[in-house]
């Protein structure tokens, strides 16, 4: 059984702005489960209608450095049509009426949700084989895994698809 989570900006039915969206919600749900164990990671948008945002379940929640701040995590889980959904909480980066801003902002944003994303790993009872990441936004993750979190026996054998 192979491990494989897919980690993006957005995905149907919880945020979307585009295609992006589209894959990300309905690919995970056609891979063979006798072979994949396939999960999902995105932000924990507050513009995320309230009829999903209210059966999310609170994981944990920890701190990450990005920079000169020390910035908050918190980790939600939601089953969602027989795949396990993980949402990234912090409200000074993923609060306001759309999931994207301005560029000068959606950096640092997405900079940290990738960093918050790979923290959040050993936590969830969940180690991926595979990363798979999805779009710009999620451009460091690979990055972040070899430079900084492979020093860690625990990331040590994961492998990323962009």
Known sequence: MKNVLFIASEAVPFIKTGGLADVVGSLPKYFDKSKFDVRVMIPKYTCIPW???KDMVYKTHFYIDLAWRSQYVGVFELQ?????????????????PKPYSWIHEDIEKFAFFSK?????????????????????QTGLVPVYLENIYKKNVFYQNMKTVF
């Open 51 to 53: 009829e999903y945002r």
């Open 80 to 96: 969602y049509n027989g795949i396990t959904f993980y949402f990234i909480d912090n409200e000074f980066y993923f609060s306001g």
């Open 116 to 136: 918050a994303a790979l923290s959040a790993i050993p936590v969830l009872g969940f180690k991926p084989d595979i990363i798979h990441c999805h779009d710009w």
